[in-house]
């Protein structure tokens, strides 16, 4: 049976906003969205039921647009890369809302941002929903998604890499490291995973471990880690061969894409969890 209250969608940069919508369709919700302005796939609005776009930072307009709808529920999904905004600072156009948001920021990291965005979101009455509310099904297995699983030496190296992925998150500057050997050859930044990669395997040799997991502490509502078929493909280019991300924890976007293109790249991408780094790799 429908649920009669439709649950909002404010969508960023790249294709996870549109699955979600999909799959909380698929199971009975109206879905309206707030598309970001230069961020959002325009092919979002075929995946709800009623979208808008507006200016990053316009959030009394956001605010109105999820009310008039009758929306009480939110879900944030998709990137607002930093690169976007050092890049295109006249994108972010703040209103007093806004403004009042971002002041007394002691920061700029990711979780400072978000969570001011958040609390002034469910100040104005709208509730956060984890992400997970509406996309559990998209969530990494624990297993190996594809043909293609890890070989002893990599599965030594996403071990080795774990704590370090972890730490790194803890300090929230990134949630992926490239590894080879047990040597780091990149941790990501404001670059973002795929450029990370990009960089890691470009001062490697062929056969780079990716290892990307979620914060400790990680908020549900936002940033949880994700990958898609172009962080595969990036991984391919430089002759990355396996991707390993934490299970349960991260969003996989256009699942039978990556996988296909995983097989013909001979990546190995596996969801694992803490107790597989600490004792043996799944089967």
Do not use: Y
């Not at 404010?10 to 879905?31: D, K, M, N, T, Y």
């Not at 998709?78 to 007394?104: C, I, N, T």
């Not at 297993?143 to 070989?151: C, D, E, F, I, S």
């Not at 934490?246 to 256009?254: L, P």
């Amino acid at each position: 049976m429908a649920n009669a209250t439709p649950v909002g969608l404010i969508a960023g940069a790249g294709g996870f906003p549109a699955e979600l919508a999909r799959s909380a369709r698929q199971r009975g919700r109206r879905v309206v969205a707030v598309g970001l302005a230069e961020l959002a796939d325009p092919g979002l609005d075929a995946e709800v039921d009623a979208a808008c776009t507006l200016p990053l930072g316009a959030f009394e307009a956001l605010i109105a647009f999820m009310r008039d709808a009758g929306v009480r529920d939110v879900v944030l999904a998709g990137k607002v890369p930093k690169s976007f905004l050092w890049e295109r600072p006249d994108a972010l156009q703040p209103d007093a809302l806004a403004l009042r948001m971002m002041a007394g920021l002691a920061d700029r990291a990711d979780d400072s941002l978000l969570g001011a965005f958040v609390d002034g979101l469910e100040g104005e009455g709208l509730h956060i929903l984890p992400q997970t509310e509406l996309g559990a099904d998209l969530l990494a297995p624990r297993r190996a998604l594809g043909k293609h699983a890890p070989n002893e030496a990599q599965w030594a190296d996403i071990a080795w890499a774990w704590p370090i992925a972890r730490t790194l998150g803890a300090i929230d500057v990134g949630q992926s490291v490239v590894v080879q050997g047990r040597a780091v050859l990149a941790l990501e930044a404001i670059e973002g995973t795929d450029e990370a990669i990009r960089r890691g395997c470009a001062l490697g040799t062929p056969g780079a471990c990716v290892v990307k997991v979620a914060k400790p502490g990680q908020d549900p509502r936002f940033d949880v880690p994700g990958i898609g078929p172009d962080t595969v493909r990036a991984l391919a280019a430089g002759g990355g061969a396996v991707l390993a991300v934490e299970a349960g924890a991260t969003f996989v976007v256009a699942r039978e894409e990556l996988v296909a293109v995983a097989d013909d790249a001979g990546i190995a991408v596996v969801g694992v969890s803490e107790a597989d780094v600490l004792g043996s790799a799944p089967s």
